[in-house]
């Protein structure tokens, strides 16, 4: 079945920078664009941005803009996300999830969630 | 970028209810609207896409309208398993957006 499995938590300073990762498995990696959303605790969805694993194009929210960084290798279905300049706020759970344009450019299967701790 | 106002924040309901939950974009977004499920601890899930079509294998007393502006998600006989965090999202522009969150809970 579709699956995405994203690495384990972290812990990171501030002005740090973490990398998560987002395995897929059980359809064509290539084929589906990887988004990325974080979610702080107690709080809503945020979007950070998207990528095109078949040819590494990607597009970030205004927020985030000079401080993330997504990316792939196909030869193990897996995409990364990295967010540097870390700080408190960036304390969150980061999750990567398959756009589905078959299905109204909806988010149809997500990671587990990535838990990263900012703290000194 | 596109606002999604999602309401109301909170609702309490009890098992068998029906229950509605609204979604208002600032500008039209057509169809590009999904709702979305999450349970404690969990990440989210599909429900609805294209503002109608149910995601495969969501029960069908999940059911969503609207086109437009205006989006509506209805749960008809609520059971122990639905009360949960409700978000919309639209898919119409970058950056995505999603509503705030709808909390429903056990009356």
Same mark, same amino acid.
């Given at each position: 079945?579709?699956?995405? $499995?994203?690495?384990?938590? %972290?812990?990171?300073?501030?002005?740090?920078?973490?990398?998560?990762?987002?395995?897929? =498995? @059980?359809?064509?990696?290539? +084929?589906? #664009?990887?988004?990325?959303?974080?979610?702080?605790?107690?709080?809503?969805?945020?979007?950070?941005?998207?990528?095109?694993?078949?040819?590494?194009?990607?597009?970030?929210?205004?927020?985030?803009? @000079?401080?993330?960084?997504?990316?792939? *290798? !196909?030869?193990?279905?897996?995409?990364?996300?990295?967010?540097? =300049?870390?700080?408190? %706020?960036?304390?969150?759970?980061? /999750?990567?999830?398959?756009?589905? *344009?078959?299905? @109204?450019?909806?988010?149809?299967?997500?990671?587990?969630?990535?838990?990263?701790? $900012?703290?000194? | *970028?596109?606002?999604?106002?999602? +309401?109301?924040?909170?609702?309490?309901?009890? $098992?068998? #209810? =029906?229950?509605?939950?609204?979604?208002?974009?600032?500008?039209?977004?057509?169809?590009?609207?999904?709702? /979305?499920?999450?349970?404690?601890?969990?990440?989210?899930?599909?429900?609805? /896409?294209?503002?109608? +079509?149910?995601?495969? @294998?969501?029960? +069908?007393?999940?059911?969503?309208?609207?086109?437009?502006? *205006?989006? !509506?998600?209805?749960?008809?006989?609520?059971?122990?398993?639905?009360?949960?965090?409700?978000?919309?999202?639209?898919?119409?522009?970058?950056?995505?957006?999603?509503?705030?969150? !709808?909390?429903? %809970?056990?009356?």
């Amino acid at each position: 079945q579709v699956q995405l $499995v994203q690495s384990g938590a %972290e812990v990171k300073k501030p002005g740090a920078s973490v990398k998560v990762s987002c395995k897929a =498995s @059980g359809y064509t990696f290539t +084929s589906y #664009d990887i988004n990325w959303v974080r979610q702080a605790t107690g709080q809503g969805l945020e979007w950070m941005g998207w990528m095109n694993p078949n040819n590494g194009d990607t597009g970030y929210a205004q927020k985030f803009q @000079g401080r993330v960084s997504m990316t792939r *290798d !196909t030869s193990i279905n897996t995409a990364y996300m990295e967010l540097s =300049s870390l700080r408190s %706020e960036d304390t969150a759970v980061y /999750y990567c999830a398959r756009r589905d *344009d078959s299905r @109204g450019y909806s988010r149809d299967c997500w990671g587990q969630g990535t838990l990263v701790t $900012v703290s000194s | *970028d596109i606002q999604m106002t999602q +309401s109301p924040s909170s609702l309490s309901a009890s $098992v068998g #209810d =029906s229950v509605t939950i609204t979604c208002r974009a600032s500008q039209s977004i057509s169809n590009y609207l999904s709702w /979305y499920q999450q349970k404690p601890g969990k990440a989210p899930e599909l429900l609805i /896409y294209s503002a109608t +079509s149910l995601q495969s @294998g969501v029960p +069908s007393r999940f059911g969503g309208s609207g086109s437009g502006t *205006d989006f !509506t998600l209805t749960i008809s006989g609520l059971q122990p398993e639905d009360f949960a965090i409700y978000y919309c999202q639209q898919s119409y522009s970058n950056p995505i957006t999603f509503g705030q969150g !709808t909390r429903l %809970e056990v009356k």
